[in-house]
């Protein structure tokens, strides 16, 4: 079964200053990887995916993500954060190319909480 | 181009009492997804659908939850009786196709179903 597992509850960094989320998964082939962002009372936005190539993904909002197969991670990064970047920070894993047709969905870690300081 | 609406944004009821939610996913998806999202938790999928045939509801509590998408276009998902438990945001999500893992999946705002 696939698993994907963010280690950090809650994150606060000063605007400006660099982040990195991370996260792990488990997954038995070859995975599509997903960063979703969620503001309050809204719902998940695509920061960026990777599927196959190149293992550094970049994304929407200066977001930019690597995947590391041999440490089953696929961490978020943005060497700048600005203040409208706080929201919480979901990693998913979906199954990759000739996954099971039973298997489309999306899993989901519990999420990280990014919070800003001016 | 319009998202994926939801209706209602927020609802509250008390238990044992019936709720029905509402998604219109994006024109031209076939694919239609409804999440549970628990208060600290990551989405969980309990039903999803290909066009009008319901291909993966494991997740779905069948004794009190049913969904149902006619037409294959919006899909209501319904609970009852509901209870203390079902409280979480309920979210629609819609994607072009389940050909394979990594069509984008685009979710709505979500409904904020509060049980008392």
């Known amino acids: 079964a696939q698993s994907v597992t963010q280690p950090d509850i809650h994150i606060t960094v000063s605007e400006g200053a660099s982040l990195e989320l991370r996260c792990n998964y488990s997954y038995g082939a070859t995975p599509y990887l997903f960063w979703y962002v969620q503001s309050p009372g809204q719902g998940l936005q695509l920061l960026l995916k990777?599927?196959?190539?190149?293992?550094l993904v970049q994304g929407i909002k200066g977001f930019e993500a690597e995947f590391k197969r041999s440490q089953s991670s696929f961490n978020l990064r943005k060497p700048s954060v600005h203040w409208s970047d706080a929201a919480e920070y979901f990693c998913a894993v979906g199954p990759g190319f000739g996954g099971s047709g039973s298997a489309r969905q999306l899993t989901f870690g519990s999420g990280t909480q990014l919070t800003v300081l001016p | 181009e319009a998202g994926v609406v939801q209706s209602p944004r927020y609802k509250i009821i008390e238990k044992k009492q019936p709720v029905a939610f509402w998604c219109n996913p994006i024109s031209g998806h076939n694919t239609l997804y409804w999440y549970r999202q628990n208060l600290g938790q990551g989405p969980e999928l309990l039903i999803r659908y290909e066009n009008e045939e319901a291909v993966d509801d494991s997740q779905l509590p069948k004794d009190r939850f049913s969904a149902e998408r006619l037409k294959g276009v919006d899909s209501t998902l319904k609970i009852q009786p509901a209870e203390l438990g079902d409280s979480a945001v309920y979210l629609c999500?819609?994607?072009?196709?389940?050909?394979?893992?990594?069509?984008?999946?685009?979710f709505g705002p979500g409904t904020r179903l509060t049980v008392l």
């Open positions: 990777y599927f196959s190539g190149d293992t």
């Open positions: 999500a819609s994607s072009l196709g389940g050909g394979s893992g990594g069509n984008e999946q685009f």
